[in-house]
């Protein structure tokens, strides 16, 4: 994916340039807890199921909770959607394994390309961003897979009804109460809605310019949208992997940003609006109301707090490996996290899905 081998590059570029270089602002406070392997094996990338420590995954990506605790996670090189169930095991949802191809269907005998995000309807229903396809499927709570918006295989821009929208590169993923579904729309750097019925429009954002902007709705710019939580209130919350910044999207599309400093790269903890982030993916609201954000290209998980501060969760920025123990320990390029009820934190890292327990827990 090209904003992978962007990371990689941009990350080997930091560290040289000493962009890394912790002043005082910029470090971390120590958070006490713990940095452990929740499910599958730190090392490469395989597919097993059975249990939580039997399983493997091949690159696991976005990741979601439904209301009984169960968490679905995309496993991306797998090409499956699997299910960390509350009794321990890991099982496939809907896909075949490795038959990396677009086919809906019954769930065990559907096909994904890319699965790279997950979002849980109230009722069950699962919506994935099968990214390489570009299209957003469903799975029903019959078992059925179908295509919830898009066409397979054709990349492009057009709202409209389901199968006459066009997406690029769909990544992250929010579905409220109400069953609307958010789309981070990566490539065409907007972000998308689409209704209950399937129809698509645009909720931010302008297709083909890029940039930065905040304002209401078509007005605003974004530079590649990726990760996308929503909050109780209905706002959408976006990480922008080119902007390096986190922004916030009312539900009548106004556009503000919300943390970090647009186009700036860099590392720093603090207030929201003087916060650095590099490259960050997934979002994930914690039960106290903290925002969650996977700081791949600074090898951190990082907590915006209610009142606007930003700090680390984990990940000492090293990012050459990922190595459990006390906090902060060391992430390699995070990708997926998700906020678990009991206020500890899942993170995906090196095939691995780690868990992140605070000995103050982040929940009310």
């Known amino acids: 994916m090209q904003r992978r081998q962007f990371i990689q590059s941009a990350g080997a570029l930091a560290l040289s340039s000493g962009l890394f270089s912790l002043t005082p602002r910029a470090q971390a406070a120590l958070v006490d807890g713990t940095l452990a392997v929740y499910a599958g094996a730190i090392g490469p990338g395989e597919y097993n199921a059975g249990t939580f420590a039997q399983a493997r995954f091949h690159d696991p990506r976005g990741m979601a909770r439904d209301a009984q605790g169960n968490v679905f996670v995309a496993d991306y090189v797998n090409s499956v959607v699997r299910k960390l169930g509350t009794d321990g095991q890991v099982s496939i949802v809907a896909g075949q394994v490795e038959q990396r191809d677009a086919r809906n269907g019954p769930a065990l005998q559907a096909r994904f390309y890319s699965p790279e995000c997950v979002a849980v309807a109230a009722d069950g229903t699962l919506f994935v961003s099968d990214s390489g396809s570009n299209t957003v499927r469903r799975i029903g709570r019959d078992g059925n897979v179908t295509t919830w918006a898009g066409k397979i295989d054709v990349e492009g821009f057009a709202d409209g009804p389901g199968s ?17 579904v958010y789309v981070a729309d990566a490539y065409n750097s907007t972000v998308r809605r689409i209704s209950p019925k399937g129809e698509v429009s645009t909720l931010a954002g302008l297709a083909g310019d890029t940039g930065w902007r905040d304002g209401r709705g078509t007005q605003a710019r974004l ?10 209130q209905g706002n959408v919350f976006v990480s922008e992997y080119f902007n390096n910044v986190i922004r916030k999207i009312t ?9 970090g400093q647009p186009g700036k790269g860099g590392f720093a903890d603090g207030k929201a ?8 993916q997934t979002l994930s ?24 501060t930003v700090s680390t969760l984990a990940g000492n920025g090293e990012g050459e490996k990922v190595a459990p123990g006390a906090l902060p320990g060391t992430l390699h390029q995070p990708y997926g996290v998700q906020a678990l009820a009991d206020g500890s934190v899942l993170v995906t890292g090196m095939n691995a899905i780690l868990r992140i327990q605070l000995a103050t827990p982040l929940k009310t």
């Open 223 to 232: 530079n590649t949208p990726v990760g996308l939580a929503l909050d109780a």
């Open 164 to 180: 006459k929208a066009r997406f690029n590169h769909p990544v992250g993923l929010g579905v409220n109460g109400q069953g609307v």
């Open 273 to 280: 609006a003087q916060a650095l982030f590099l490259h960050p």
């Open 251 to 259: 539900p009548a599309g106004q556009v503000s940003t919300f943390a």
């Open 285 to 308: 609201f914690a039960p106290d109301g903290s925002l969650i954000v996977a700081d791949t290209g600074n090898n951190r998980v990082r907590r915006i707090a209610p009142d606007g």
